[in-house]
């Protein structure tokens, strides 16, 4: 079982559209969680952190449920140049590794 | 300002060739990361250095890898005797000690 498990999708959605991305991890003892995003031939870059509480950029919210081991990505308000792959990342305990998912796809249609 | 650079950006090796892999971390960055991106897949860690001293290098995924960092700064992947199943990108990273980690471009290895 990988550590880090996404759905790979793609998700195919028209712009305006709100589409959410989840993700389960299966160490306990993970500390730190994030999503990434990863254009086609490009490296992954830093979209947001997760914190336990929850919490929201502009049409990004991200939300951590420890006791299901359970993350999520939501995105209002589609757009089309939010089409990427989109990586659930874990560190685990006080590690500093980088644990990813295979990653969402998204393509946002007009 | 700069950001993560790696040379060369693409490689074509025949199976059995060495290879190296180069990494210009940020500059002043004490932590640098390897890691392979296999097609349709997450990256996964390979290896980790503190200034010059490798940490950690559980993720190699055999002896024909290895890896160094000499003087805390420039990072160099070398691959010997390539296989087909080393066909990958290989990502680094450097972080200001064990904050976001920032990604270079990546090497596209193509083993032949």
């Known amino acids: 079982r990988k550590e880090v498990e996404q759905d790979p999708g793609p998700f195919n959605v028209p712009e305006g559209a709100t589409v959410a991305f989840n993700c389960t991890y299966s160490?306990?003892?993970?500390?730190?969680f994030f999503w990434y995003r990863q254009d086609c031939r490009k490296e992954p870059k830093l979209l947001m952190s997760?914190?336990?509480s929850g919490n929201e950029d502009g049409r990004f919210t991200a939300q951590l449920n420890r006791a299901s081991q359970y993350i999520s990505l939501l995105i209002r308000d589609s757009k089309l140049s939010d089409s990427a792959t989109y990586l659930c990342?874990?560190?685990?305990?006080?590690?500093?590794?980088?644990?990813f998912g295979s990653g969402t796809r998204l393509l946002v249609r007009p | 300002g700069a950001g993560v650079s790696q040379s060369p950006r693409y490689k074509v090796a025949k199976r059995g060739q060495d290879v190296a892999l180069r990494c210009d971390p940020i500059?002043?960055?004490?932590?640098l990361f390897w890691y392979q991106q296999a097609l349709g897949q997450g990256p996964e860690f390979l290896t980790y250095f503190q200034n010059e001293a490798q940490l950690d290098k559980s993720g190699l995924p055999s002896d024909r890898f290895f890896a160094e960092r000499p003087e805390g700064s420039v990072s160099t992947l070398k691959i010997q005797r390539t296989q087909q199943e080393d066909s990958a990108v290989y990502l680094c990273?450097?972080?200001?000690?064990?904050?976001?980690?920032?990604f270079g471009p990546g090497t596209r290895l193509t083993v032949t």
């Open positions: 997760v914190y336990s």
């Open positions: 160490n306990s003892a993970s500390q730190s």
């Open positions: 500059s002043g960055h004490v932590s």
């Open positions: 990342v874990v560190i685990e305990d006080s590690s500093y590794k980088l644990i």
């Open positions: 990273a450097s972080s200001p000690r064990n904050r976001e980690q920032y």
